[in-house]
């Protein structure tokens, strides 16, 4: 178990608190997570890599504890709880850093589009795993990352970046 | 090529399109990252967007990174949830066992029938070539301290020695009959297969030529020897 935790607790982390954007929420979140794989390992069939199940779990959790909560109180505090001194979009464009401006407009995502652009990008998931982490058929995982791009597109163009597409 | 991207994206997004960032993070299979490579050859247009793409990937990255690790506090929390757990579950070979078990109780009894002869055949063949294994090991009836174990003690008999001979048995015979065998002709084995060659000494005798041609030729006839030859 040691093992496994520490080879996977960061990377599950960190996604459950890009899901849950509290890092209190998102400790307690890979602590259950862990606890849940010690107690059903003799159910993880070798199917998908560990970390798709991890990964699978880390999800159910998250949105379990955001359940719990009131969406709109989670929002607040999650916007406060990730409130950083950096410039927002359009101050960043402003200081012409486009990469801090995108990284502001990839927080600003829908928790949706947020989890499918980290799963493909940060966590390097296939079509067929992402399918299998957020239980959508592979053709939507496409199809849903396409329009994260683009709503992605849409929010840097709003603060004034124009990457030339779409 | 550019014109039908441009269209697509007005509309819906082409299949390379959307296949795209799966290439940038290097997921795609072998066939598709080749269709992509390709498409991006030719289309300009969705090469710019690949560039784009890349961006996206290089600070999604960024992002992550920069969220840190999780404090010692998290482990600590798993580890005291696990030493506070009643008891282990079952270990990995029981749950198998459990498994195997539901498996067999999920067949038929017809099946159930057929599954137990085929083991059962199973069984007697794995007696028979343990049987063998056993055969094949055995030396000379005694030995002495100073004898190596390889070598049985009648080979140090003198010249009068008892006849022996290299036998190959036929592939289906049975460790019984082999037995039986071996009991008729009052023989032993005194060297291991090699080349599948036994080698056996008969008796305690030494017996003349025509004797051991005679010999031999008994052996040729039956039905579980191959080959019988004489050896000194």
């Avoid at chain 2, 580890?79 to 498994?99: K, Q, T, V, Y």
């Avoid at chain 2, 174990?149 to 049975?174: K, S």
Wanted: proline share 5%.
């Amino acid at each position: 178990m040691q093992v496994l935790y520490g080879r996977h607790h960061v990377r599950v982390f960190r996604f459950g608190l890009r899901l849950v954007r509290d890092e209190q929420v998102a400790e307690d979140l890979i602590s259950e997570v862990f606890l849940d794989v010690w107690r059903q390992a003799g159910k993880f069939e070798g199917r998908s890599a560990v970390s798709t199940w991890l990964l699978a779990i880390t999800r159910f959790k998250a949105l379990s504890a955001l359940r719990r909560r009131k969406d709109g109180e989670l929002d607040d505090e999650a916007a406060n709880a990730i409130e950083d001194t950096s410039d927002n979009p359009e101050v960043a464009v402003q200081k012409k850093d486009t990469s801090e401006a995108l990284r502001k407009c990839l927080t600003a995502l829908t928790p949706e589009h947020r989890e499918i652009v980290d799963l493909v990008y940060y966590h390097e998931k296939s079509v067929e795993e992402v399918a299998e982490i957020v239980g959508i058929p592979e053709n939507t995982v496409k199809t849903r990352l396409f329009y994260a791009r683009k709503k992605l597109a849409e929010l840097l163009k709003a603060a004034g970046v124009e990457r030339g597409w779409p | 090529m550019m014109a039908m991207s441009k269209k697509m994206l007005e509309q819906e997004p082409s299949e390379i399109e959307m296949l795209l960032p799966f290439h940038a993070a290097g997921t795609l299979s072998a066939r598709d990252a080749r269709r992509v490579e390709e498409a991006l050859a030719r289309d300009p247009e969705l090469a710019r967007q690949y560039a784009v793409i890349r961006e996206e990937y290089a600070e999604t990255i960024h992002l992550n990174e920069s969220l840190g690790a999780p404090s010692a506090r998290a482990m600590q929390k798993l580890f005291a949830a696990i030493d506070a757990e009643p008891a282990r579950r079952p270990s990995a070979s029981l749950r198998w066992s459990a498994r195997i078990a539901g498996f067999f109780a999920s067949l038929s009894p017809r099946t159930l029938a057929w599954s137990a002869s085929l083991g059962a055949l199973a069984l007697l063949l794995q007696a028979g070539v343990i049987g063998a294994v056993l055969v094949k090991n055995q030396t000379s009836t005694y030995q002495t301290a100073s004898l190596s174990m390889n070598e049985p003690v009648t080979r140090a008999l003198g010249p009068e020695a008892p006849p022996r001979a290299l036998v190959r048995f036929a592939p289906d015979a049975r460790v019984a009959d082999i037995t039986a065998l071996l009991d008729n002709y009052q023989a032993s084995i005194v060297d291991g297969a090699k080349g599948g060659m036994f080698r056996l000494q008969f008796g305690n005798k030494p017996m003349t030529k025509d004797e051991i041609a005679g010999l031999m030729s008994r052996l040729q006839g039956e039905k579980i020897v191959n080959l019988a030859v004489a050896t000194p």
